[in-house]
């Protein structure tokens, strides 16, 4: 037990030939891994999407191999405790981890609870407990936050919260996967103004694994590069083996520096050109003009507050055309309302006032699609989550990739073999969608929706956990579908997204505050600094452009 909130010091890290293979793998999801981390210093991991970075942050907090089944190799400990050796709690005293997931980590219903659960089971005294929450929650900017609802917070505010838990009892090791992945510009430059500090007070051990590397970088002394088979590429200071290793990191799909290419970089050091769409880019013709597919009118929708009784505007009279062949971004900062709205457009959620309607494309006349048969709302609208776990049905991934297909036509006969191939899930078909890394999830959740393809596609943070090669995949898919008159809605914080749609759409506190041209938009954002977004105008057509900072 912590007998005083001061935490633990931080401790060594040290790899020496780690692999684990996950129980029915046929490969090892790591292999090989041989690095030693000092005490107080920060590693970034970089691999593509399925290279083995999150089961490394598994292993470092012993989820691995304590709660999840498989073979163990060689040696990882952390400071004088050896993972496989050391119970899970003892463990959980050293090594505070951050999920892709947040919801995953949240256990209490308000805010202050969930940062005061933790506390108590290690012992903390009252007093201290309430000068730590307010100070863990400052640090990600909710201050205030105390007694909201966790489950009635935004993605974004979700992922803070799950980082403030983790900060709050100051380990001597914390692991992050994916932190910023949910989040807008200004939490995403809180998440990391937080890590800055934390590393140059040097009284944590850090690990980050995340995409946005740009942001990342900086903040790392050392950095591990792993392959798309799990194996350790090379280890050692950025400088020293990001030029030299930059170009094997690319060719399996990583995101890579653009610095470390050597090639023309925006302002925050991106390379430009150097992440294109797979397919060359859009359709020429991909835009019909016919009668809109979707279109909403005064939509308001109202959430329960923490009051009893009391309500807060979630959407407040938002209206919204989208056309068939059309791909619009959807962006706003965490709470906006994007979500919501994604729902709403589905059908899954019915509006307290204004009307949506769904016509133009394969239904006539113009229907409310929260009225809909759901057999008949599947021919016209698909709604990927955010959480790609959420759309799961079949307990393989080869029966998910044909499962709506299949239920909607009859045709049980397809082989899923092709479908995955397309997506990079080659010779997954027998394996469990849950035990996929997050990039092969987003994958599969696309894979479902290839063989039949609605009329209109709804995607909540379409490249959320994608690595490079991923991204591209999905935008060529997405091509593909839009030149055959499918509408997309992407809601996304990803600005490398912008130059592949046609039009932006921008919600802040639940209302339009922008509606139009993706230059126009990128020139004078209506609620943010402009600053930050400009990173993508300079490259257009079938690039992705954009800084890691610049999240949208």
Request: net charge neutral.
């Amino acid at each position: 037990m912590i007998a005083r909130a001061g935490g633990v010091a931080p401790p060594e890290v040290v790899a020496s030939g780690f692999g684990w293979t996950y129980a029915g793998r046929p490969s090892p999801a790591l292999s090989g891994l041989t690095f030693r981390l000092p005490p107080g210093s920060v590693l970034l991991v970089l691999g593509p999407s399925g290279s083995g970075k999150s089961t490394l942050a598994r292993a470092l907090a012993g989820i691995v191999p304590h709660a999840l089944r498989g073979r163990w190799e060689g040696r990882l400990a952390v400071g004088a405790q050896e993972v496989p050796n050391t119970a899970p709690a003892r463990l959980g005293e050293r090594v505070g981890i951050v999920f892709q997931d947040p919801e995953s980590q949240l256990v209490m219903p308000r805010v202050e609870d969930e940062l005061a659960f933790g506390l108590e089971n290690r012992g903390w005294s009252r007093s201290v407990m309430l000068d730590t929450v307010p100070r863990a929650l400052r640090q990600v900017g909710l201050s205030g936050f105390e007694p909201r609802l966790t489950q009635a917070l935004s993605g974004g505010e979700q992922q803070r919260l799950a980082i403030a838990d983790v900060l709050a009892p100051l380990p001597g090791c914390i692991v992050l996967d994916e932190p910023t992945a949910n989040l807008d510009p200004p939490g995403m430059a809180a998440v990391f103004e937080v890590l800055r500090a934390l590393a140059a007070e040097r009284r944590h051990t850090i690990v980050i694994v995340e995409h946005r590397v740009e942001a990342a970088l900086p903040l790392a002394d050392l950095v591990l590069i792993l392959d798309e088979a799990g194996r350790q590429i090379a280890f050692g200071p950025p400088a020293e083996v990001g030029p030299r290793h930059a170009a094997t990191l690319e060719r399996s799909g990583g995101w890579v520096p653009g610095a470390w290419l050597g090639g023309a970089t925006d302002g925050h050091g991106w390379s430009a050109g150097r992440s294109r769409v797979a397919g060359g880019g859009r359709p020429a013709g991909g835009r019909l003009p016919q009668h809109p597919v979707v279109e909403a009118r005064g939509v308001v929708v109202r959430n329960p507050a923490e009051t009893p009784g009391s309500w807060r505007t979630a959407l407040d009279g938002v209206g919204l055309r989208l056309e068939p062949g059309e791909r619009v971004a959807l962006v706003g900062p965490n709470g906006s309302g994007k979500s919501t709205l994604l729902s709403v457009l589905a059908g899954l959620r019915r509006p307290d006032s204004g009307a949506v309607r769904v016509g133009g494309g394969r239904a006539e006349p113009a229907t409310d699609p929260s009225r809909l048969r759901s057999d008949h709302l599947a021919d016209l609208i698909g709604l990927l989550f955010q959480d790609p776990e959420l759309g799961f049905v079949a307990p393989t991934v080869g029966r998910e990739a044909v499962a709506r297909a299949a239920r909607r036509r009859g045709r049980q006969g397809i082989s899923p073999t092709a479908v995955l191939a397309r997506f990079g899930l080659a010779g997954s078909d027998d394996r469990n969608p849950y035990q996929l890394s997050q990039g092969e999830q987003r994958r599969l959740s696309l894979a479902a929706y290839a063989l039949d393809p609605p009329a209109i596609l709804l995607l909540d943070e379409p490249t959320f956990g994608l690595d490079r090669l991923g991204a591209e995949r999905v935008l060529g898919l997405l091509d593909e579908a839009s030149g055959g008159g499918q509408a997309q809605l992407l809601a996304s914080h990803d600005p490398r997204l912008l130059p592949a749609c046609d039009r932006v759409v921008a919600l802040e506190s639940g209302r339009v505050v922008f509606d139009g041209a993706v230059a126009e938009f990128l020139a004078a954002p209506p609620y943010r600094p402009a600053e930050p977004w400009r990173s993508g105008v300079a490259v257009t057509g079938a690039e992705m452009p954009g800084s890691s900072r610049a999240v949208l």
